[in-house]
């Protein structure tokens, strides 16, 4: 499932296809996990917030979700397992 996030409207939305996810994510920075930030999310995250894009979640698993801007140029991952 692909879910949209706005701090403004968040939307949901699903079907994107897989070859076009896995375009989208060759071309985009990985932060690795927001996990390991210390509480401090690195500065382009910061600038596309205050940006108000539009970030796309993916689920990747039970508990493991990739954020991307593709606006930005970034991607991320977040293991809410515990």
Not at 40 to 43: H, L, S
Not at 45 to 51: H, I, N
């Given at each position: 499932m692909v879910?949209?996030?706005s701090t403004i409207n968040p939307v949901r939305q699903g079907g994107l296809g897989?070859?076009?996810q896995s375009t989208a994510h060759e071309k985009l920075?990985?932060?690795g996990?927001?996990?390991g930030w210390g509480g401090?999310?690195?500065?382009i995250?910061?600038?596309?917030?205050?940006?108000k894009h539009s970030c796309?979640?993916?689920d990747l698993g039970r508990c493991l979700t990739e954020w991307r801007c593709e606006i930005c140029g970034y991607k991320y991952k977040v293991d809410s397992s515990g």
């Open positions: 879910r949209f996030l897989m070859d076009m920075a990985d932060l996990y927001a996990n401090k999310a690195p500065d995250v910061r600038a596309c917030r205050a940006s796309k979640a993916t």
